[in-house]
């Protein structure tokens, strides 16, 4: 079926990448700053936007030892129902990213642990995993919007208006996220290689192999009770 889809990778307007964000991703916002903004169209129907940017941590790339031309972040994926695999869809993005881009040597990517992500389309499309990130804290004020620490955290407190808001909000403690890396030369490859770590689960996936391992622990047990009859 897939075969018969064309599939069309091509720049996005800040319009349709808004639009798309905000009906097909879960977040329903576009992020802010400087954007690329990749979009597919199946059969000459736009089904969404694969955007890259250089991401909300000035420090993302230090680790790596590159500056902040050589990566960015892949920061959406928003995509309406669609017959191509996800992960073809982001493989042509890439490429299409790398070519207007040739000075990119590495794409950093996370995956929200507190909304039961684990990462699957990276695992899919072979990313490397390196771990989670700090946990952090944000704000959430009494109309449910959530606040950003460095917005309205104590360390603004030069700022009145700022600490008011704050004395309004609740403090929402959020998990670390899952980053998964991809290399785009074979030295940044063996690079961050040594870095990588085992995929984490999905949370279903994690409870069924906890079940079955106490299942043929208990099994093992029954074993060695019924040989020394």
């Not at 000459?44 to 230090?62: C, S, Y």
């Not at 299409?96 to 389309?121: C, M, T, W």
């Not at 989670?132 to 919007?145: H, I, L, M, P, Q």
């Not at 670390?176 to 030295?187: E, I, Q």
Request: net charge positive.
């Amino acid at each position: 079926m897939q075969d018969k889809v064309n599939l069309k990778i091509d720049w996005a307007s800040y319009e349709a990448s808004k639009y798309a964000c905000e009906n097909w991703h879960y977040s329903k916002t576009i992020p802010v700053g400087k954007l690329v903004k990749v979009g597919a169209w199946e059969n000459d129907k736009f089904i969404g936007v694969v955007i890259f940017g250089r991401g909300a941590n000035n420090n993302m790339l230090k680790p790596f030892g590159l500056n902040a031309d050589e990566g960015c972040e892949l920061v959406r994926i928003a995509l309406k129902r669609h017959e191509t695999y996800v992960s073809k869809i982001l493989a042509f993005a890439i490429k299409f990213l790398k070519k207007q881009s040739p000075e990119l040597r590495l794409i950093v990517s996370y995956s929200d642990a507190d909304q039961n992500h684990h990462g699957g389309i990276y695992q899919a499309t072979n990313w490397i995993y390196n771990g989670k990130t700090a946990e952090t804290v944000s704000y959430v004020d009494k109309d449910g919007r959530s606040w950003h620490a460095r917005n309205v955290g104590p360390r603004v407190d030069h700022d009145k208006q700022i600490s008011a808001v704050r004395s309004q909000c609740r403090v929402v403690k959020n998990p670390g996220k899952h980053r998964y890396l991809m290399p785009l030369d074979d030295n940044m490859r063996k690079q961050v290689q040594q870095l990588a770590k085992p995929y984490p689960k999905r949370m279903k996936q994690a409870m069924i192999d906890t079940i079955d391992t106490a299942k043929v622990q208990h099994l093992s047990i029954r074993s060695t009770e019924l040989s020394e009859l």
